[in-house]
């Protein structure tokens, strides 16, 4: 079983930018798709980007346009670049192998702590 190991996450000031990296430590080559989650406090873990084997992104409309997520086979890492970060970004973020109708394909590591203060 692939784990998971998330860093990155800090406190910065809106408008700020972090870079999240997750390390697996297996490998994610067989998985078309990895994606980045968030769970924001007092609420359910969401998918806010995804991006298969292929390089094919998507995003959450409230991530759209500030944050790029990447993948780099060859080191077994998936990256989340996030820019102009609001409070709302707040949150601890995952990665995981989404599948289908929400489901998720991995166990989920610790996650990393993102908190944006206004």
């Known amino acids: 079983q692939v784990q998971l190991v998330e860093s990155g996450g800090g406190s910065v000031q809106a408008g700020g930018s972090l870079r999240l990296s997750c390390v697996a430590f297996?490998?994610?080559?067989?998985?078309?798709?990895m994606g980045w989650y968030r769970q924001a406090p007092g609420k359910q873990r969401e998918l806010v980007a995804r991006v298969t084997r292929g390089g094919i992104t998507s995003y959450a409309d409230s991530v759209k346009g500030r944050f790029t997520i990447s993948r780099d086979d060859a080191k077994n890492t998936v990256y989340l670049q996030m820019n102009s970060l609001k409070p709302e970004d707040t949150g601890v973020y995952y990665c995981?192998?989404?599948?289908?109708?929400?489901?998720?394909?991995?166990?989920w590591g610790q996650g990393t702590q993102v908190t944006v203060s206004s």
């Open positions: 297996g490998s994610i080559f067989g998985y078309n798709a």
């Open positions: 995981n192998a989404p599948g289908g109708l929400g489901s998720y394909l991995l166990s």
